[in-house]
């Protein structure tokens, strides 16, 4: 199993997963916030033509995460997986599409991949997150989410890859030119995680198997990568784990996931 990101951040998100066994193949787009030529251009870039690609998944109807999911399953015959909640939230762009409803806790299999939806606090109608896994390894994936609970650690415990966000670091917000209001909304219970909030959650975590670490949706603004990676290496309590930060314009190439 591997997977690679199209970009991560305020500005536009997709994750590729992929998978192979004998002669199939599976690879699956995590969110689709660009336009579709915008996101045909960075599939090329990573090799990854649309016909590659099984389906589409869709984390919550923030439009970062869903600006161009129907419109991409649309021109490429994709069927689209979504919460029933974020369907709701987003009904008026989802006609001719084939959708498919997922929940928390029930497994949704796609090829070679499976994948485990998990429930997280964010502003948004019913968000999820996901764990995914080739039958041999597990990679995680939280990048939207205003605090840690039991649940999105306990989903994401044991893992062998891990993509977490690190939205903002607490002083950059305080000190930026932000509106009050939209500051209280990022630090807040429904908000995003700060680097401290990451580093608590990875402190809580079994690391036993961890051996890819990448920190995304970084703010543009209120956060550096130089930050985010010194957060994150507090956290780690193995030397196997090797660290890696997202960015917006160029996301990471292709990363194997390996037990």
């Known amino acids: 199993m591997k997977f690679a990101s199209l970009g991560s951040g305020s500005k536009g998100n ?21 336009g579709i030529r915008e996101t045909e251009r960075r599939l090329a870039r990573l090799d990854v033509r649309p016909s590659d690609l099984s389906a589409i998944i869709v984390t919550h109807e923030h439009h970062d995460h869903i600006g161009g999911a129907f419109k991409f399953a649309r021109r490429h015959s994709l069927p689209v997986w979504l919460s029933y909640g974020t369907y709701q939230a987003a009904i008026k762009d989802s006609h001719d599409v084939d959708l498919n409803f997922c929940r928390d806790g029930d497994p949704i299999a796609i ?15 019913e968000p999820l997150q996901f764990c995914a896994s080739n039958g041999n390894s597990k990679l995680g994936i ?22 977490i966000e690190c939205n903002h670091d607490s002083e950059m917000l305080s000190r930026s030119g932000y509106p009050i209001s939209l500051k209280r909304r990022i630090r807040g219970a429904l908000g995003h995680l ?14 036993t198997r961890l ?18 990676r010194v957060a994150l290496c507090a956290a780690i309590r193995t030397s196997q784990t090797e660290v890696m930060v997202a960015c917006q314009q160029d996301g990471f190439g292709w990363i194997d996931v390996q037990r």
């Open 111 to 125: 090829g070679d991949l499976q994948f485990l939806p998990f429930t997280v606090p964010h502003d948004a109608r």
């Open 14 to 34: 997709a994750l590729l997963i992929s998978a192979s066994s004998g002669t199939s193949s599976t690879t699956v787009m995590l969110d689709c916030g660009f």
């Open 194 to 207: 700060s680097n401290d909030d990451t580093s608590a959650i990875l402190a809580n975590l079994d690391q």
């Open 142 to 163: 939280l990048t939207d989410a205003g605090q840690s609970t039991p649940h999105l650690v306990q989903a994401l415990a044991i893992c062998d890859a891990l993509m």
């Open 211 to 228: 051996k890819k670490l990448v920190g995304a949706h970084l703010s543009l603004q209120n956060n550096t990568p130089e930050l985010a």
